[in-house]
């Protein structure tokens, strides 16, 4: 059964007889009573009463035509629904981000998004930097706002980067570094609050590497897998600690930011999609993300 079938039967009852519902459907009366006989004889009965001059429908013919309306919606629903997508003004798109990494044009951008695109579907997802990316080779999400691709991800996936986030000194806010520029070598005698190698190795190698630079080694009294446990450790009274500057959307009490210099420790913040993803949503969102990126950067990706 085609849905041809359905459009031929759906004629007949509205039009009233086949020579009618030919000249509507611009085919041969032969072809459409055709058509309908092989319909009667999959169904296994007749559909159309043809004993008078007028056709009408058998019981079984008003069931069949019932159902038949339905079908004929919902495939003409599919097809308007898929058009819009092809054009980008309905469907669903999955953005992994994480809140501090973000910054303050995150919100801003989805706002914007979804000015511009009111029928996608946005399923936003809070996940760690590295979360995302095995989310991303899963299926599991379409986009990501995370750290810049390394080995082997950089193989499945693609990515571009938005800004660079400038590492600061993060201190109790009745610290002598309060809100005042730090140079690297002001740290020599300090007791150190890291983010641990692990989950930044980069990072924390670079530090090390520029203190050996400055001719200390960095006096590390405790580290964290997480920017917030960095942050925790310092407010306790741990330590000072650098951190990239986006953290500071996570505490607005307890502490203190500082500059450090030289400036030239930062991490970076990209955008990664999965290799082969031509999605009309997701082309999109990497527009507008492409039309806000010197605005992000000026601003620090506030």
């Not at 429908?57 to 097809?79: I, P, W, Y």
């Not at 999400?141 to 980067?161: A, K, M, Y």
């Amino acid at each position: 059964m085609e849905l041809r079938h359905l459009r031929y039967f759906k004629a007949i009852a509205d039009y009233g007889s086949v020579t009618a519902a030919a000249k509507r459907l611009h085919i041969s009366q032969s072809a459409i009573s055709e058509q309908i006989l092989d319909l009667e004889d999959e169904v296994g009965g007749q559909l159309l009463d043809r004993s008078s001059r007028k056709i009408r429908l058998t019981v079984q013919g008003q069931v069949f035509l019932e159902e038949a309306r339905k079908t004929l919606v919902a495939a003409e629903r599919a097809v308007d629904l898929t058009r819009q997508s092809l054009q980008g003004e309905v469907g669903t798109l999955s953005v992994g981000f994480f809140l501090w990494g973000s910054g303050g044009f995150f919100p801003r951008i989805i706002r914007e998004f979804r000015r511009r695109r009111p029928g996608i579907r946005l399923s936003l997802l809070d996940m760690h930097a590295s979360e995302q990316l095995v989310a991303l080779e899963e299926g599991r999400i379409d986009v990501g706002l995370t750290r810049p691709l390394e080995p082997p991800f950089d193989r499945t996936l693609h990515s571009e980067l938005l800004y660079r986030d400038p590492i600061v000194v993060a201190v109790r806010p009745d610290h002598p570094f309060a809100r005042r520029r730090v140079t690297l070598k002001q740290l020599a005698g300090e007791r150190l609050v890291l983010c641990d190698q692990k989950a930044t190795p980069l990072l924390f190698d670079q530090f090390v590497a520029l203190c050996a630079e400055e001719g200390f080694t960095p006096q590390i009294v405790n580290t964290s897998p997480t920017w917030s446990g960095v942050l925790t450790l310092v407010e306790a009274g741990e330590g000072v600690a650098l951190v990239p500057s986006g953290v500071r959307h996570l505490r607005t009490r307890g502490l203190a930011f500082s500059t450090l210099e030289p400036n030239s420790l930062s991490l970076g913040l990209s955008v990664v999609w999965k290799r082969g993803n031509q999605g009309v949503a997701l082309g999109d969102f990497l527009s507008l993300l492409r039309e806000n990126k010197a605005k992000i950067q000026r601003s620090g990706g506030n």
